[in-house]
């Protein structure tokens, strides 16, 4: 028996691969000849009956396009064979007919088609004064016929909505991959902008201090190693999500509202003169809004440390029992570069920025300062 199955299933397979046409010209040969041959049987094959059973099988070629007119045909052509008594009790063509239209037909043509078919299988017993036991048994093989043309629907539809789950998930899967790496560059922008453009003021400054004040230039070496080891941990954090899922690698928190002090700190040693105040009672936040919080004062003060030309800078965090405030600002020269991304790259940090407060429900603002003078961020994160 299993043997058997086996064949049974590489038979299906086989004819699944060939061609519709092929298929559906092999299916009307067969209820032909099976016209033809019934009719030789009964003693009752009379020179119109193979025209007749072209009549009735041919339409079959298109069963698949045209089902509900293909089942009409067919049925009217069969009540005639059936009338005439050259048909047998099985109607083969009519069989394919009923399945085709009952997997491929809307529900209304199928309910016109199954009462044509009923009136079809009455007439076709009642004129040759058949036994009315027939019309049980045929009865019987056409409610199979179209009980397995309904499955086929059933499992065609089926298909059908899985492959479109598929396709959406497969769309969604894409969508949270693309935000993923969007994150990892943000992550990664902010860390290297800001972390390189201390170390790179710093460096620059180096040399001159060594010659007039060489305890302020053992400082700043000293700031430029506390920078970049802190770079490389962020980074170790931000890549870690790209790893393996089993990989016991640094997973820690992203740094947030904690951070800001050693922030401000390592800027102030850069030799801007920075601050940090902070107005109303803090309070705990959501992590998310920690680190975008962090990410926004970053990145304001990576631009006045590369741009800005300023003498002084100043953060200033903003707490209300919904939101908490950012706002940092300069004495620099004027606004920092536009927010359109420019071929060295500039602008990409206030997009980032942006992205990020939307994200968190927030908003952002960045202009020049009061009276034109200096450059200043400002933004408001929900914390409810």
Same mark, same amino acid.
């Given at each position: ?26 299916? !009307?040969?067969?209820? %032909?000849?099976?016209? +033809? ?40 052509? /069969? ?13 083969? !063509? ?35 004064? @058949?036994? %009315? ?11 199979? !016929? ?6 086929? =629907? ?15 998930? /497969? ?5 949270? %991959?693309?935000?993923? =790496? ?10 290297? !902008? ?35 080891? @802190?770079?490389?941990?962020?980074? =170790? ?54 680190? /975008? ?20 800078? @100043? ?10 405030? +950012? ?35 927030? /908003? ?19 914390? @409810?």
């Amino acid at each position: 028996m299993g043997r058997l199955s086996e064949y049974g299933e590489r038979l299906a397979a086989w004819g699944r691969g060939l061609p519709p046409v092929a298929v559906d010209a092999a299916i !009307a040969a067969a209820c %032909a000849l099976y016209v +033809i041959f019934d009719a030789g049987v009964a003693d009752r094959l009379y020179w119109w009956v193979p025209l007749a059973a072209s009549v009735n099988t041919v339409p079959l070629l298109w069963r698949r396009r045209y089902p509900f007119a293909v089942t009409a045909i067919t049925g009217v052509s /069969t009540t005639v064979l059936a009338s005439a008594d050259v048909l047998s009790d099985v109607p083969a !063509a009519q069989l394919v007919a009923t399945y085709t239209f009952a997997a491929l037909s809307p529900p209304l043509l199928r309910l016109i088609a199954v009462l044509c078919t009923v009136a079809g299988i009455t007439v076709s017993i009642v004129i040759p004064d @058949d036994e %009315a036991l027939n019309l049980g048994m045929i009865g019987i093989m056409f409610a199979i !016929a179209y009980a397995l043309g309904t499955a086929a =629907r059933a499992r065609r539809d089926r298909i059908a909505m899985l492959e479109e789950r598929a396709l959406r998930l /497969t769309r969604e899967q894409e969508t949270v %991959a693309t935000r993923e =790496r969007e994150r990892i560059a943000r992550e990664m922008h902010d860390i290297l !902008a800001h972390s390189m453009s201390l170390v790179v003021v710093q460096a620059e400054a180096g040399p001159i201090a060594v010659r007039h004040d060489p305890d302020r230039a053992e400082q700043m070496f000293d700031t430029i190693s506390v920078t970049a080891r @802190d770079a490389l941990a962020q980074l =170790r954090r931000v890549l870690g999500v790209l790893r393996s899922a089993d990989d016991d690698g640094d997973r820690a928190p992203q740094p947030g509202l904690e951070a800001l002090p050693g922030l401000v700190e390592r800027v102030d040693e850069a030799g801007l003169t920075a601050t940090l105040t902070q107005d109303g009672a803090p309070r705990p936040v959501p992590a998310d809004v920690a680190a /975008t919080a962090y990410r926004i004062v970053q990145e304001s003060l990576t631009n006045t440390v590369k741009h800005a030309a300023a003498s002084r800078v @100043d953060v200033r965090l903003t707490w209300s029992d919904s939101a908490l405030g +950012i706002e940092v600002a300069d004495d620099g020269g004027g606004p920092a570069p536009s927010s359109a991304p420019s071929a060295n790259g500039s602008g990409h940090g206030l997009i980032g920025m942006r992205e990020r407060v939307a994200a968190a429900g927030g /908003t952002l603002d960045a202009g020049p300062g009061p009276g034109g003078v200096g450059f200043r961020v400002t933004a408001s994160l929900r914390l @409810d």
